[in-house]
């Protein structure tokens, strides 16, 4: 990608592997004032037993209340007069904690997230506390119906535990002792799998000084295999009393380590990526059939789906679902070379504006070496967009078409679902 | 960075910060006009133009309005508030010109009838998405309680008979005077060529009419009260509170916005430790928006409604004891670190850059560095945040709750 050669972007790209198997990767920029982490730790819900779901939500939410020196107040407190903004997800495989701030406040920083993941005081007496913060977030998404509905959409379509909800169930949340929280913790808060991405203006030798003193004597664990089963997945309707219909609509894909996932991945920005893409176009510009209808691609290490939304008013719910559907189906006779194009031209220029923001190129390069074990520069990844043809996108549909289907609908009645034509 | 402006003949007028060192270019038409321009038989005509904006022009289908911006790899979007109606996009630099073309040309859509009947049910499932939501409307009805009768009450979005009942010619006539040379103008940020900008803006728009549009600023009177609306179907409780604050051109707005990351950040502030870390409610916050001639505190809260009235009280109480003793020098400290960061941070995206410029030049027409939002941000005392809980009191409010409670526990 040459434009991207000719602004000079960042493009060394450091890593390094502590001898206990944490991997530090780092993507300096002197040309911005700010610097980001993002801390990946191998804890996600699918290591929540299944008596307990939630768990890895509530101790993102514990070790947050006091770590190394400082109580649950004075570990907020400091973080916020560092400027730090920050974020906490559990994802299926990872609890992700981010962070930037100045560049100037880096270290500070850093010494502050060791401790979070290292030594958390999880106060026995803030457990309900911590509980209670989980059961309303819980409850929250009681009232977002679309939120909903794709939660249920990924129950269907993954084998358990991969689909689970991020949140976890009620149940498990009020079942959670503070025992169980101590003994998760020690198990699955772990160098060995972790990864740490820092992006900005910071200086590599320095940096990795750091984070062998604040890492380096981290002890291994290992943990048990996480095994899947396939659960029954009930009926496909969520009844729901609301104006509008909420349609979910999944199939199999490839993961990001896959060699075809850029063919994947593109043919779903023909579906789904800006205005001028099939579903918006055909969906909503021609026949204004809903305000919101996408598609994205969905990775987790060893298996990926796109999952399809939309939301439309009842009457118009039956027409939207088979409009999506055949949209889906038609994927499977290959894209054009001017949806390629621009489709090209998309991605090029958001590769070169994520650099313009160093929280989101500290998860990048952190997610890149999760998947692959390496990470590419954005200069390489220019070359793997400029190097897609036509050709090679309606190659892979023609051996991964759309199929396989799981659908999912949420509202105030069912929805005659489509019998799959192979 | 550099601070560029220029007017052209017929009023439109070109704003730009220019960053040598950016990757890329934020550029933006900023029409004065919202919901507040609007009269009763057009509610919710600025956003359904605004969705009619990218339907067409005499040179340009409404799929060659999308599939142009996408060829050009451009990151594009528009939205409509209370009093502007933004259209922008993020393009790599060498595009300048290419975005500039149909950003202008959209500028001056045709309005054609099909396409407008099309559009009015996207709109329609736009307002029926937004109802099912929370707070399921009520962020319009307490603007209508706390406002009256006054512009800034009105919807953005309308409602399913204003909207149903809309007939293009409204539309066509709402576009002529509001869409006028004078009262919008071009923004931009980031890897900026100006002096070309200016030779592109002036061959697209340099022929359109002026048309000394007004915006009505009448003086409001707010109403302070309580509702309850019951919801059946809801699982949470949800409270609203509006509140007078400083507006858009008071100096004291860099205090209000202090006050309220101390009193109601959604991390660290009052209502944070009092009713979000213990887990009380799902959240509790308090916002300060600013608006020509008014300005707002906003607050929300949504938790179990069994518990809704004990966390509205302990809500109530900390704006008792704000208005009663103030803040601390150690929050207002922890405040100001807070929010210097963030200015810092966001700037690094030109796209931001652009709103903030665009923003205080809609708003003020002036130009801020991000060094000028630091300085000002630094120089409140104390005894501004004080003076500003004196002339606006967070205890002067409008509030409404929604959800599954019938009536208020007395």
């Known amino acids: ?422 | 960075m550099k601070f560029r402006s220029h007017t052209l003949d017929n009023g439109l007028e070109i704003v730009a910060e220019c960053n040598e060192t950016a990757h890329s270019v934020g550029l933006g038409f900023f029409v004065r006009t919202g919901a507040r321009d609007e009269t009763d038989s057009v509610a919710g005509v600025s956003h359904f133009l605004e969705h009619m904006v990218f339907k067409g022009t005499p040179r340009r289908s409404a799929d060659d309005v999308n599939r142009e911006f996408d060829e050009l790899g451009a990151h594009y979007n528009a939205f409509t508030s209370e009093e502007n109606t933004v259209y922008y996009a993020s393009v790599l630099p060498e595009y300048q010109e290419g975005i500039l073309d149909i950003l202008a040309d959209i500028m001056r859509p045709s309005l054609r009838e099909e396409d407008f009947d099309m559009e009015k049910k996207v709109i329609l499932e736009e307002i029926q998405m937004y109802a099912d939501q929370p707070p399921f409307g009520m962020d319009d009805k307490i603007k209508e309680l706390h406002y009256g009768r006054h512009p800034l009450a009105r919807s953005v979005l309308g409602t399913e008979f204003t909207v149903g009942e809309m007939a293009v010619d409204q539309m066509r006539g709402y576009f002529e005077t509001r869409y006028a040379a004078d009262n919008m103008f071009v923004a931009a940020a980031g890897k900026v060529d100006f002096d070309a900008l200016i030779k592109q803006v002036e061959s697209r728009c340099g022929s359109w009419k002026p048309a000394l549009t007004l915006r009505e600023l009448p003086p409001y009177e707010s109403q302070n009260g309580f509702h309850c609306v019951p919801r059946p179907t809801s699982t949470q409780q949800y409270i609203l509170q509006l509140a007078d604050a400083p507006a858009a051109e008071d100096d004291r707005r860099f205090a209000a916005k202090l006050l309220a990351t101390m009193f109601g950040d959604d991390s660290g502030s009052r209502l944070y430790w009092e009713l979000v870390d213990p887990g009380l409610v799902e959240s509790a916050s308090l916002g300060h928006y600013e608006y020509q001639g008014a300005g707002m505190y906003f607050s929300w809260l949504s938790c179990s409604p069994e518990e809704a009235a004990e966390n509205f009280d302990r809500m109530s109480n900390l704006q008792d004891i704000a208005q009663a003793q103030g803040f601390t020098d150690q929050e207002l400290h922890q405040a100001k670190s807070k929010v210097k960061a963030r200015v810092v941070l966001s700037s690094e995206r030109p796209r931001n850059r652009l709103f903030n410029v665009g923003g205080n030049w809609l708003q003020r027409r002036e130009y801020r560095s991000v060094a000028d939002d630091l300085k000002a941000v630094d120089a409140v005392t104390l005894d501004e945040v004080w003076n500003v809980l004196n002339e606006f009191p967070l205890t002067r409010r409008t509030t409404v709750t929604i959800g599954p409670l019938e009536s208020w526990p007395e």
């Not at chain 1, 300096?28 to 768990?55: F, H, K, W």
């Not at chain 1, 006091?66 to 559990?90: F, P, T, Y």
């Not at chain 1, 499977?332 to 590769?351: D, F, H, M, N, T």
């Not at chain 1, 990844?381 to 050709?391: F, H, K, R, S």
């Open chain 1, 1 to 422: 990608m040459t434009a991207t050669r000719e602004k000079k972007l960042p493009n060394t790209i450091f890593t390094h592997r502590l001898t206990n198997g944490m991997t530090l990767v780092g993507e300096p920029n002197d040309s911005v004032q700010s610097a980001a982490i993002t801390l990946l730790v191998p804890c996600g819900y699918s290591a929540d037993p299944a008596e307990r779901l939630g768990l890895a939500s509530v101790m993102c939410d514990m070790v947050l209340r006091g770590a190394g020196s400082r109580d649950s107040r004075a570990l907020i407190n400091d973080l916020e007069v560092l400027g730090v903004e920050r974020g906490e997800s559990v994802g299926a495989s990872q609890t992700s904690f981010s962070a930037a701030s100045l560049a100037e406040n880096l270290s500070d920083m850093l010494t502050i997230y060791a401790d979070i993941v290292r030594r958390p005081h999880l106060p026995a007496d803030q457990l309900d506390a911590g509980k209670l913060v989980c059961l309303q977030e819980i409850n929250s998404i009681d009232d977002e119906p679309s939120q909903r509905l794709m939660i249920e959409l990924r129950r269907r379509t993954y084998p358990e535990p991969w689909g689970r909800s991020s949140h976890g169930s009620e149940a498990g949340i009020t079942a959670v002792t503070s025992t169980e929280v101590e003994e998760h913790l020690s198990r699955y808060y772990r160098p060995n799998s972790a990864i740490l991405g820092v992006a900005g203006n910071f200086d590599w030798q320095q940096l990795l000084g750091q984070i062998e003193a604040l890492f380096g004597d981290w002890q291994v664990n290992d943990v048990p295999m996480i095994l899947e089963e396939q659960l029954d997945l009930g009926d496909a309707h969520v009844e729901f009393d609301s104006n509008q219909c909420h349609i979910g609509i999944a199939y199999p894909s490839v993961p990001y380590r896959d060699p075809d996932y850029m063919r994947a991945w593109a043919a779903v920005g023909v579906l789904s990526g800006g205005m001028s893409s099939r579903l918006f176009t055909e969906v909503r510009e021609r026949r204004g059939l809903c305000y919101t209808v996408s598609a994205s691609l969905q990775t987790q290490l060893d298996r990926a789906r796109v999952l399809c939304y939309a939301g439309t008013s009842e009457d118009r719910a039956q027409e939207t679902l088979d409009v999506t559907y055949a949209e889906l189906l038609r994927l499977r006779e290959g894209v054009l070379p001017a949806e390629l194009s621009r489709l090209k031209a998309r991605i090029k220029s958001g590769l070169i504006m994520q650099q313009e923001s160093t929280s989101s190129r500290s998860g990048s390069i952190a997610r890149e070496w999760y998947h692959l074990g390496r990470v590419r520069t954005l200069d390489e990844l220019g070359q793997l967009v400029d190097e897609l043809t036509g050709p090679m996108i309606n190659e892979y549909l023609e051996a991964h078409p759309p199929r396989d289907f799981t659908f999912a609908t949420l509202g105030p009645s069912p929805l005659e679902l489509p019998r799959e034509v192979s």
